[in-house]
């Protein structure tokens, strides 16, 4: 299944890009993984930190030991061997036979988390009709690259650079309405504010390879103290 559906109950921990970043992986899981706590990892767990294959092998390794408490979800730098890129310095320390490999696992990861009002995804959403058409997307089609590398911009400026697509404030409400959903958690960006659309659309961006401003975020959505996320202000922002 490529949508994930959780109950709204505990806390549910976003987690953004960690791009090799093994220690900021470890340490979340570490600090979060609790026997009331499910945590979901946004994408991109490969190229641009120090430690590409640790960080990966690690969150595969916890993923297996953890089904029910870690969602590893899927990112624009998983779908490589569909749409190559530059600085993929993981996939270019692979020969072929480990692309296929690491490919085989990476396609098979979900695309999208919903839990209550929350839709979690890596980049952008899809242009479907209903939640459940999520399942039906194909890798590699034009809702597959919406999700892992679309971006949401404040300004109504449009552009296409590459695979990047931006999106603005009225497509965003128009598929939120279509999905029943109040609140986007997303990752994939480090240039755009961690809150904008009125609180809605939420970026996480968790790696130290890569930080914006010099802050990682995560967020936790604690169902027991907020039954019903409308916006930002029902989430906890944390900074490390």
């Known amino acids: 299944m490529k949508l994930v559906k959780l109950p709204a109950k505990g806390r549910v921990i976003f987690v953004g890009d960690t791009h090799g970043d093994s220690n900021v992986s470890e340490d979340i ?21 120090y430690d590409s294959s ?20 899927q990112g624009n ?14 996939w270019y320390s692979l020969d072929s036979k480990e692309q296929q490999r690491f490919f085989n696992i990476f396609k098979e990861f979900p695309y999208a988390v919903s839990v209550d009002g929350i839709i979690a995804v890596h980049g952008a959403l899809p242009n479907v009709k209903n939640l459940s058409d999520i399942n039906k ?11 892992t590398w679309g971006d949401y911009s404040e300004n109504e400026v449009f ?8 999106y603005f404030q009225g497509d965003f409400e128009k598929t939120m309405q279509r999905l029943g959903k109040k609140v986007l958690i997303r990752s994939h ?11 809605k659309c939420v970026t996480l961006f968790s ?18 103290k907020h039954p ?8 906890i922002i944390e900074r490390f």
Do not use: C
């Open 29 to 49: 899981i570490r600090r979060y993984l609790k026997s009331d706590n499910r945590i979901v990892f946004l994408g991109d767990y490969v190229d641009r930190g």
């Open 54 to 73: 640790g960080n990966v092998d690690f969150l595969l390794d916890t993923r297996a030991k953890n089904p029910k408490q870690v969602y590893l979800l």
């Open 77 to 90: 730098h998983e779908g490589y061997m569909i749409e190559s890129y530059n600085n993929a310095d993981f």
């Open 137 to 147: 997307i194909r890798i590699g089609s034009s809702n597959w690259k919406a999700l």
């Open 159 to 166: 552009y296409n650079e590459g695979l990047r697509k931006s």
């Open 189 to 199: 960006d480090p240039g755009v504010p961690v809150s904008i659309y009125d609180g």
């Open 207 to 224: 790696t130290s390879s890569v930080r914006r401003g010099g802050e990682r975020t995560i967020a936790i959505a604690d169902f027991s």
């Open 228 to 235: 019903k996320v409308k916006t930002i202000d029902d989430l």
